[in-house]
Structure formats: C-alpha cells, structure tokens
C-alpha cells in the first residue's frame, strides 16, 4: 500500500517542534502541502524550508497564540478566507499539570480555552470547505488520559475527554459528506516537552533523568519512548484516502501503555 497524499491541504497546529512537527514533516513527504500553525514564527520558518518540494507542494506557516482567542480567530479567520484544508491537525501544548485538588474552577477554563475552544473554532470553519468538496480528515491529538485518567493531570484528563467525545459526535454528523474525524491517545513520546518534564522531576527529586525515564518506562511493553516519526505514520494514513471507513475512534499510539481494552 502506497500512501499518496498528493494535491491535499493540510494545517497542523503546535508544529514548530515535537509531535505537530513530526507529524508536518510526514504529511509533506507523503504529497501534501502544509500550513504549520505555533507562535514561534522562526523556527517553523526553518522547518519549512527543509520541506520536500518535490510533488508541487507549497508550504507556509501562521504565527498564532492559542491562549489569545481574539487574535487567533483574526488571523485563522483571514487564513480560511483565502484557503481551505481536506486535512486539519487539532494539536497544541497540554494543559498545566496538578491534581484535582490544586485546580479551580479558572484552571479549567484557562485549560477549556486552550484545548477546547481552539479546537472547535479552526474545525468549524475547516469543514465548511470539508462539505463543500465532500472530502476531510480532521485528527485531534489527545493523550492516553482520555481512556485511563493519569494522576496529577486533572485538567488534561477532563478536557481532553470532553474533545474526544466531541469528535465522536462530530464523526456522526459529517461521515455522510465523507469527512472522518478521529482522535490519537498519546503515550509517552520523547519530544523536547517530555525531556523538560523529565528534567524537571529529576531536579527536584535529586535523581539521574535516566532514572526518572526507567521509572516510566516500566509501564510501557515495548520498553521505550515513542519516536515523533511514528506518530507521523499513524497520522498520514488517518488523512489518506485509504482510512475512509475510519471514523469516530480513539485510537492509542502508546506502545501497549493503556492497560485497559
Ligand atoms: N510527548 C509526550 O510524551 C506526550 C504524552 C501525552 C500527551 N502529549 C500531548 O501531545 C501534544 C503534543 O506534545 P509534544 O510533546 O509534541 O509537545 P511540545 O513539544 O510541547 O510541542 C507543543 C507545540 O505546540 C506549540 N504551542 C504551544 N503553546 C502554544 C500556543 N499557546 N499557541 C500556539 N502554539 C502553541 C509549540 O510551539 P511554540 O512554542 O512555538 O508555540 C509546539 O510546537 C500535547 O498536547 C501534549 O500534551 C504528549
């Protein structure tokens, strides 16, 4: 099977590093051309630049906050009145971390704004294209915490549920215009965010980060952290012609991580 994704139009949001930048760089090399979304203008700039060419694609990025709404929807809003996707990203940074009871009610609407309204607002005007063409692929990278809620992480582990079974809801509605809308459940995966976390734990427990690592490695089966290079796999074939009968799933990209079915 051949992965072809030629002539499609993809926006990937939090891609100037890590997961988003993984998953850019895949979808440009299986045809696409790629908007990049994050707020570091520069270096996506880089990124673009090494970019394959080499099937007509054309590439550009948007320097977008997702915390300042009003901003973002200007300029979202500008992109989509002069471009429209058959493949759309919903990625960013994760929620602060923190128990249940650490977090108030703020928290959660900081971490709503962020995961949530983002999410809705590019989709929404995304699938106006979408159904006018009869043809999309909307992916939201959600975490591992949507199935088996992870401690101290209660901000992720509550919005991140109410984006995945929004999907879930939207598959429903758009499957008829031959758009799919499906959500990946990320594990550990060892972009420069994890390193930070890692680094940070070992500091403050005055351990090795090798250690900190061990310690999560031991739920993982395959015994290692994931390569953002895999995550672009699991994405290309989402977006491709060939998943077309995939749709409303949450599907775990986590090295056997979740214990449950
Ligand atoms: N890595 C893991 O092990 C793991 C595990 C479970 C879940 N996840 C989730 O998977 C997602 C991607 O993870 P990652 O490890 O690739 O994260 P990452 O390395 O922190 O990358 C996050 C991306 O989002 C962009 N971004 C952050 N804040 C933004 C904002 N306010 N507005 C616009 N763009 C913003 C960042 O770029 P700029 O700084 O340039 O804006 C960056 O490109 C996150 O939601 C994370 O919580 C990751």
């Not at 962020?114 to 979408?130: D, P, Y």
Request: aromatic share 8%; with cysteine.
């Amino acid at each position: 099977m051949e992965i072809s994704l030629r002539g499609k139009k993809a926006l990937v949001g939090g891609s100037s590093q890590g997961i988003g930048k993984a998953i850019g760089q895949q979808l440009a090399a299986s045809g696409a051309s790629v908007t990049l979304m994050a707020r570091s203008g520069n270096k996506m700039k880089d990124i673009i630049s090494e970019l394959p060419t080499d099937q007509g694609q054309k590439h550009q990025f948007l320097e977008v906050d997702f915390t300042n709404f009003n901003s973002y929807q200007e300029i979202i809003g500008g992109y989509f009145r002069d471009n429209s996707v058959d493949i759309l990203v919903n990625n960013t940074q994760g929620p602060a971390s923190g128990g249940a009871m650490d977090k108030h009610v703020e928290d959660y609407q900081t971490a709503f704004d962020l995961l949530f309204k983002t999410v809705v607002f590019t989709t929404e005007l995304a699938l106006k294209g979408m159904i006018a063409q009869k043809y999309g692929r909307i992916i939201n990278i959600a975490s591992v915490s949507v199935k088996e809620p992870l401690s101290y992480l209660t901000l992720s582990n509550s919005i991140r549920a109410a984006v995945t079974t929004w999907a879930k809801t939207l598959a429903a509605d758009v499957g008829h215009y031959g758009i799919t809308v499906n959500s990946t459940l990320t594990g550990y995966f060892d972009t420069e965010r994890l390193k930070g976390l890692n680094g940070a734990k070992a500091k403050s427990f005055g351990i090795p980060i090798e250690e900190v690592n061990q310690q999560m490695l031991a739920n993982v089966p395959v015994c290692r952290f994931g390569d953002p290079k895999e995550y672009g796999y699991l994405v290309a074939f989402l977006a491709s012609e060939q998943a077309s009968f995939i749709t409303g799933t949450n599907i775990p990209i986590d090295g056997g991580m979740l214990k449950s079915l």
